[in-house]
């Protein structure tokens, strides 16, 4: 065989490798439309721990580690004929929900992640040039958004977290008007999460306030972590309010090789504990090692899931 039919040969056979990825990733997110649904009713309660074993032992969590009964959804016609790994069709398969941060500043960042074909979930800030029309944008790629809440770090103002924030100077008022006009911004948002906040999410009387608006309105917290702080936890916990926690953060450091690392670390974590919640941000480096990294064999034996469907279980 000459060299040259060799490389039209290997060409081929990686488009028909590439459009089965593709397809069989488009069926993951498919079969994942439903979840939102499930959050439009009574808040659940979902403590994702940081340490193995340490999952939040409630109905909800005893649900997460069960596989759920009579939902093996509809294969489609595309995946029919193709030769598919087993997990896709496991209702238990470990899962990971990847979630991209800082969303709001240009257009293009939500339209490239969602040319990925993978079920990213968004984070979008309010007051900026494109929240809006990021949130359209994302809405009609059918992927799901939260708020992302700005919030006081340690070292504000130092670290700016960005147009009206949340600040400890604001009373009780000022800070659940500055909460309803983010969500009165950004009105299809299923959830919310913490930018920045380090000194914010470590206080009681403040995440109580938040998480408490939240749950009113049937809105899930997802803790950034970007403070060790157990209190959104303990709040969660008391409540009985929708919860996640970060397991890994994708980008810290802004190297591709680092980033595809930090992924094989969240796959890790969800085989190993059945599900993780990785964030990243838009960064040209976190697109390249996404793109790399979601259709290679690290996604093999975990099911890419929106937070909706993590929580939904
Ligand atoms: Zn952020």
Redesign the pocket.
């Known amino acids: 065989m000459s060299d040259r039919l060799t490389a039209v040969l290997a060409m081929l056979f990686a488009a028909l490798v590439a459009t089965l990825g593709g397809a069989l990733l488009g069926w993951g997110v498919m079969r994942l439309e439903g979840g939102a649904a499930a959050l439009t009713h009574a808040p659940l309660r979902l403590s994702v721990e940081g340490q193995s074993g340490g999952r939040d032992a409630g109905p909800a969590a005893a649900a997460l580690a069960a596989p759920r009964d009579g939902q093996r959804p509809e294969r489609d016609t595309e995946e029919q004929g193709a030769n598919a790994p087993e997990h896709w069709a496991d209702p238990g398969a470990p899962r990971l929900a990847i979630v991209i ?2 969303i709001g500043q240009t257009l293009s960042a939500p339209r490239e992640l969602l040319g990925l074909r993978v079920p990213i979930t968004f ?1 979008i ?1 309010p007051d900026l040039p494109y929240t809006r029309a990021a949130a359209e944008v994302i809405a009609q790629g059918r992927r799901e958004f939260i708020v ?1 809440l700005p919030m006081e770090p340690v070292d504000y103002p130092i670290h700016d977290p960005g147009p009206s924030p949340l600040l400890f100077s604001l009373d009780a008022e000022q800070t659940r008007q500055r909460i309803e006009g983010y969500l009165r911004e950004l009105p299809g948002a299923i959830g919310a999460s913490n ?2 906040g380090s000194a914010y999410t470590a206080d009681a009387g403040r995440m109580m306030l938040v998480q408490q608006l939240l749950a009113e309105r049937h809105l899930f917290f997802l803790n ?1 972590k970007t403070s060790p702080s157990r209190v959104p936890a303990e709040i969660a916990h008391d409540g009985r309010y929708a919860y996640l926690e970060r397991d890994v953060f994708l980008d810290n450091d802004r190297d591709e090789a680092l980033i595809a690392r930090q992924l094989e670390r969240a796959f890790a974590r969800a085989r190993q504990r059945g599900h993780a919640v990785a964030i990243g ?1 838009p960064y040209p480096e976190t697109m390249q090692a996404l793109r790399a990294g979601l259709t290679g064999p690290a996604v093999h034996g975990v099911r890419l899931v929106s937070l909706s469907d993590l929580l939904a279980r």
Do not use: A, K, Q
Request: zero cysteines; charged letters at 20%; glycine letters at 0%.
């Open positions: 941060d800082d984070s800030l992302h930018h920045m950034s941000h």
